[in-house]
């Protein structure tokens, strides 16, 4: 199993750590272009935008990729998935503090199946509970990475 993460502020970051920790393995970061919040948030409104990102490419048939739900789109995390989820199991960790993120998390299910996902799973995890109980998360990101 391979982690990814794509962040702004750090959270996806924390996630994909917890994970690391748990079951061992590489962090690996999506890289992208350095831009102010507003330009990422005006680019999120343009659903299947993709950007050019700087990854190493996964080996591994089960990727869990960590990443923010935004507005429609998360661009960095739209060009992995078109690059690297053929033939991939994927468990996806959106990280949230807004609202819609339910119909963020079906986006990206379908997304990662349309781009030749053999699975896809997604788990929703509020930025407040992430710092506020971080323990609570951290069970319950492992009972969503082992399950099947």
Known sequence: ??????TFT?????????????FGGEVREIKSYKLPYILWLILS???YLGVKIDTQPPS?????????KWTLNCPPVTTFLRKYADGKKIKMVICYGG???KRYAEFYLKFAIKYGALTADTMLVKRREL?????AVKNKLIDFVKSN
């Open 131 to 135: 710092k506020e109980n971080e323990e």
């Open 10 to 22: 750090g959270n996806s970051r924390r996630i994909a750590e917890v994970l690391a920790s748990e």
């Open 60 to 68: 591994s048939r089960e990727i869990v990729l960590c990443f923010p």
């Open 1 to 6: 199993m391979e982690i990814y993460y794509y």
């Open 99 to 101: 609202f819609d993120e």
């Open 45 to 47: 409104f343009i659903p």
